[in-house]
C-alpha cells in the first residue's frame, strides 16, 4: 500500500505563495492520476488540481492562473505551487492519487494553509 505524505503548508498573507509537496512512499507510476483536494471547514472536499500520467492537467476555476500542478514520478512526487492566494485558500490540502481524475484511491493526512488578510 503506497502512502502519500504532504508537506509545505503553513500561514501566509493574501498575494503571496506557498508551495506543497506530496512524497509516495512506493513508486507513482501505477496511478494515471495524481491530484491534490482542499476541504475548509463546514465545507465538502473539493478538487483543486489533478494532473494525469500523460501530463493533461485540470483545475477548479477558482484557482485557474494562480495554482500549477507537477509530478515527478521519477520522484514519486507530485507538487502544487500556489500564488496570488487568497483568504478562501484557506483549508487542509490533501494529496491523492487514483486511476482516473474521478476514481482516487489514496489519499495523505492533509496539510493545512492558512491565508491571512
Known amino acids: 500500500q503506497v502512502q502519500l505524505v504532504e508537506s509545505g503548508g503553513g500561514l501566509v498573507q493574501a498575494g503571496g505563495s506557498l508551495g506543497l509537496s506530496c512524497a509516495a512512499s512506493g513508486s507513482i507510476f501505477r496511478f494515471n492520476a495524481m491530484g491534490w483536494f482542499r476541504q475548509a471547514p463546514g465545507k465538502q472536499r473539493e478538487l483543486v488540481a489533478a494532473i494525469t500520467s500523460g501530463g493533461s492537467t485540470k483545475y477548479a476555476d477558482s484557482v485557474k492562473g494562480r495554482f500549477s500542478i507537477s509530478r515527478d514520478n521519477a520522484k514519486k512526487s507530485v507538487y502544487l505551487q500556489m500564488d496570488s492566494l487568497k483568504p478562501e485558500d484557506t483549508a487542509v490540502y490533501y494529496c491523492?492519487?487514483?486511476?482516473?481524475?474521478?476514481?482516487?484511491?489514496?489519499w495523505g493526512q492533509g496539510t493545512q494553509v492558512t491565508v491571512s488578510s
Open positions: 491523492a492519487a487514483g486511476q482516473t481524475t474521478t476514481w482516487w484511491t489514496t
